[in-house]
């Protein structure tokens, strides 16, 4: 016999009492409005037994709140998600993660799947061009919080990394422990933090009266084997680089894989320096020098942010725009080369 399932109505009608009566006493507050301490057991050991739990459906739907709120990433930054979902838990939160690809489409398509289902928030890594779409979440006074990039013509909070600075003392760096032609490798995004990696480095290099020398291979080549060409290329015709920096982990995985199959004696005669430390950088030969971004930081401050917007009230939104330090991991790598 299938056990019967309680109603909000249901507990009240048990007690004689309002549906509201026995929402406050659920919502612990029972004496913010004056509730029996006799009643407030009494129905919360009923509640108990029967093992109730509320509709969060016609929740939402009464409250306009779902207490969702929706992470959107390229890829799911594990520890920044840790961190979120934590913080998220202990108010009262559950979060929806997903991934975007850097993707335009597939961002919209999530966007209006979740705004269907009355999420509160958005925490979002946003793709290329979606920036009107964050504007009319903004616009229409759905919390959004921006985090590893944004648009400078959209006035929205964000939390990133140092990303210039960052690689302007890395390759500072390399530069003083006598690495004199950098080789910047880097992807054809021209979006906040990848152009901010590259002024770093040409801000670095030009100040010594360097030379920039810059490989941009396309975002959207996912085959590894072409990436792999690609890097091969360009280092058959060119031998004139002492050291390379990857503007990020993926391709410095993907080279420093190519080198130790066809050019090992680079691996010990070059220098290297990765944006965004994985942990094979430890344990590669030479370990490789990289930039932390600050992740647990990150976390904290994209969910004081979002909190903050969830409690504000309907005519006020609250801008933060926020630039962490990053660490930098000075490995073998880097050292200068006898």
Do not use: W
Not at 279 to 301: C, D, H, R, T, V
Request: aromatic share 10%; net charge positive.
């Amino acid at each position: 016999m299938k056990k019967k399932r309680y109603s909000l109505k249901d507990i009240a009608k048990e007690f004689g009492v309002s549906s509201t009566t026995i929402s406050f006493i659920l919502n612990g507050k029972a004496k913010e409005k004056r509730i029996s301490e006799e009643l407030t057991n009494k129905v919360l050991a009923f509640t108990t037994k029967i093992n109730y739990r509320p509709n969060q459906l016609a929740q939402s739907l009464r409250t306009g709140r779902s207490k969702i709120l929706v992470v959107m990433v390229e890829d799911i930054y594990s520890r920044v998600a840790r961190v979120i979902e934590d913080i998220a838990y202990k108010k009262g939160y559950r979060v929806l993660f997903c991934s975007n690809d850097n993707e335009d489409k597939k961002s919209r398509e999530l966007i209006n799947l979740f705004r269907n289902r009355q999420v509160d928030g958005y925490i979002i890594v946003p793709s290329p061009g979606i920036e009107n779409d964050v504007r009319v979440l903004i616009n229409d006074g759905i919390p959004v919080v921006l985090f590893d990039r944004y648009f400078p013509g959209l006035n929205a909070s964000h939390v990133v990394a140092a990303n210039k600075q960052a690689t302007y003392t890395a390759v500072n760096n390399l530069i003083q422990n006598g690495f004199k032609k950098i080789l910047f490798v880097t992807t054809d995004m021209k979006q906040t933090q990848m152009l901010d990696r590259r002024l770093g480095y040409t801000n670095a290099v030009e100040e010594y009266g360097l030379t920039p020398n810059i490989l941009e291979i396309s975002f959207a080549q996912k085959d590894l084997e072409k990436r792999k060409g690609l890097f091969r290329e360009k280092i058959k015709n060119t031998d004139d680089f002492d050291a390379i920096f990857f503007a990020t982990n993926y391709l410095a995985v993907n080279a420093l894989e190519f080198l130790q199959e066809e050019y090992p004696d680079y691996l010990q005669t070059k220098g290297f320096f990765s944006f965004d430390d994985v942990i094979l950088f430890k344990l590669f030969n030479p370990s490789i020098s990289a930039i932390s971004q600050p992740l647990q930081k990150i976390g904290e401050q994209l969910m004081e942010l979002m909190l903050n917007k969830l409690k504000k009230k309907d005519d006020e939104d609250i801008i933060k725009k926020i630039e962490l330090d990053c660490d930098i991991q000075y490995r073998n790598s880097s050292l200068p080369r006898t």
